[in-house]
T-cell receptor, first 118, second 111 residues
Framework: GAVVSQHPSWVICKSGTSVKIECRSL??????MFWYRQFPKQSLMLMAT?????????EQGVEKDKFLINHASLTLSTLTVTSAHPEDSSFYIC??????????????FGPGTRLTVL | GQQVMQIPQYQHVQEGEDFTTYCNSS?????IQWYKQRPGGHPVFLIQ?????EVKKQKRLTFQFGEAKKNSSLHITATQTTDVGTYFC???????????FGAGTRLFVKA
């Protein structure tokens, strides 16, 4: 099946630093990738939709200047949390969209990145 | 914006009992997807329903999409300890992009 990787799997950083998270589709090309954040025992909240070669579409309430998204190729999207603060500590998950036979669209999720900001 | 309500928030069952989680939307959905997330893991795609009144089965799991395409359910027959996790429904718009997740139902199974 389709595999999506995420790197790093966890990161601890000091407040004020920036952190970059990579999301890769390993065996398929994904024109669309999604970034979610998930707080403990809560649902996934969509942050932004990342389209290859164009600007990301951010959900309401998500600061685009704080969460920079770059989708430089069909297999790679990056999320940079700029000037991170403790309230940014969360589990960040990416997913890549693949169009299957029959026209159904399926999302494949990466393993997630746990960010802790001290 | 589009919202998806999911109930119950959590459920404790004895192994062998059945389990059902429900998903509702105030608007008509183009499709609905179901995911399972094991503790400490990431969401894993289970199924996508597209047609009004659609019913699909995967072994002990039965998925339904309402006639009005505003609600869906996931039913597990004779739960096993391996069924433990959080089950999310997710509503997709046309083409299946931009998926909005429900709050999830945490299933606890006691052996």
């Amino acid at each position: 099946g389709a595999v999506v990787s995420q790197h790093p799997s966890w990161v601890i950083c000091k407040s004020g630093t920036s952190v970059k998270i990579e999301c890769r589709s390993l065996d398929f090309q994904a024109t669309t990738m999604f970034w979610y954040r998930q707080f403990p025992k809560q649902s996934l909240m969509l942050m932004a939709t990342s389209n290859e070669g164009s600007k990301a579409t951010y959900e309401q309430g998500v600061e685009k200047d704080k969460f920079l998204i770059n989708h430089a190729s069909l297999t790679l999207s990056t999320l940079t949390v700029t000037s991170a603060h403790p309230e940014d500590s969360s589990f960040y998950i990416c997913s890549a969209s693949a169009l299957l036979a029959g026209g159904l669209n399926e999302q494949f999720f990466g393993p997630g990145t746990r960010l802790t900001v001290l | 914006g589009q919202q998806v309500m999911q109930i119950p928030q959590y459920q404790h069952v004895q192994e062998g009992e059945d389990f059902t989680t429900y998903c509702n939307s105030s608007t008509t959905l183009s499709n609905i997807q179901w995911y399972k997330q094991r503790p400490g893991g990431h969401p894993v795609f289970l199924i996508q329903l597209v047609k009004s009144g659609e019913v699909k089965k995967q072994k002990r799991l039965t998925f339904q999409f309402g006639e009005a395409k505003k609600n869906s359910s996931l039913h597990i027959t004779a739960t096993q300890t391996t069924d433990v996790g959080t089950y999310f429904c997710a509503a997709g718009n046309t083409g299946g992009f931009k998926t909005i997740f429900g709050a999830g139902t945490r299933l606890f199974v006691k052996a």
